[in-house]
Each structure stands twice: as C-alpha cells, then as structure tokens.
C-alpha cells in the first residue's frame, strides 16, 4: 500500500532504489513487492528505462472506488448548482486526518477564459488557501499545531506562515463559518469555501 501511494503522491514513475530510498526499506524487499505487485498488474516495469509506473489494474480500480464515493455524488449537484449560479469554479476538498493534509477530488470548471484549473488528487498541507483553512478552523489545537509543522511556504509567493495572523483567521472562521484567501496557492487567485462535515460532526472537507 505505501507502494502505490508512493506513486500516487509523486511523479508518474520511479525506479527501485527511488522507491526503496522513499519507503526506507532495503531495495530487496521493494523488489519482492514489486513483484508481488506486477503479475496482479497494479505496477508495471518499462524496460527500456527500467522504471516502474502504476499498471492498469490500478488504475481500473482507482476509477471504479472514486466512482462510488459517497461524498462526491452528493456534493456534485451542489458545486454544479454554484458554478451555474456565480461562473465561479467550486471545488469539493476531502480531509485526510492521518496526514492533516487535504485533496481537491471534485470540481465544476468556471466557462469564464480565465479560470482556476484544479489538480485533482494530490495532497496538499493545510497551511495555505481557503480551502484548507476551513479545515483547519475544525481542528484541536493540538492538531493545528502538527499540521502546520510541515512548514510549507506559500506556493505562490513563497512566504512562511505567519502564525500569529493565521490563528487570529482560524477564529474569525470558526465565528462566521466560511474561509477566504488571495494569492495563497496561485497568484490573484480568490478563494472562499466553509467546511463540510459529517454525520458524526467531524470535519470531512470543506467546499
């Protein structure tokens, strides 16, 4: 499993010491799983760079899971409903306690020329941009503080965080319920979005 997550969260493929350096494990073990692995085709080997890459049986399932996941289906009529209403692009962020970390895994484009594209599927930190934010404001303390370990500058203009004026937004969140941002992901790009929670009343994304 942290095989193909490792291709998952990475570039498209990888070789065995690559693999073997990321999961810290000796290349022999990689090699026996990567084995394991490829005759039920969730890896494949190119043998002309000797480099693995996810196989199709991967990718088969992959779709067929993202398919039926509930939270998807039933937060697509509401991000169509936005997008038609306001030409904006809505987006649907997935919370992933193990990690503190989130995901984009649906959207409705704006028709607008000019528009947010979204990249699906790849974790980000919570540290930057509104979406992650009205995560973050649903968060103990505790796992505020770890979240915001890892130290991610701003990917559009490279700043660190400031904490002092992040945590004074975490509250202003939690009093009025919905994040804003400019320019924290991708330059003059302005974001609004409000968690989304589940039955249990725990954060699960936010929208």
Do not use: C
Not at 128 to 149: C, F, R, T
């Amino acid at each position: 499993l942290d095989i193909l997550g490792t291709f998952a969260d990475g570039p498209a493929d990888r070789s065995l010491g690559e693999l073997a350096q990321r999961l810290d494990l000796p290349s022999s073990t990689v090699h026996r799983l990567l084995m394991l692995l490829s005759n039920e085709g969730f890896v494949e080997l190119d043998e002309k760079s000797h480099r693995y890459r996810v196989g199709p049986e991967f990718y088969r399932i992959s779709a067929v899971i993202a398919a039926k996941m509930p939270i998807v289906s039933l937060a697509m009529p509401i991000l169509n409903d936005i997008a038609q209403r306001s030409d904006e692009t809505t987006v649907l962020s997935l919370y992933y306690p193990k990690q503190l970390q989130k995901a984009f895994v649906a959207q409705v484009e704006s028709t607008r020329p000019m528009r947010y594209v979204i990249e699906l599927n790849i974790r980000h930190s919570l540290a930057w941009g509104a979406s992650a934010h009205a995560i973050l404001a649903q968060l103990s303390d505790d796992n505020v503080d770890k979240a915001l370990s890892q130290q991610e500058a701003s990917p559009a203009s490279g700043l660190q965080i400031d904490r002092k004026k992040l945590f004074a937004e975490l509250q202003r969140i939690r009093r009025e319920g919905f994040a804003r941002s400019v320019g924290e992901r991708v330059p003059t790009a302005l974001g609004l979005a409000v968690p989304v929670f589940g039955a249990d009343g725990l954060v699960k994304g936010s929208l």
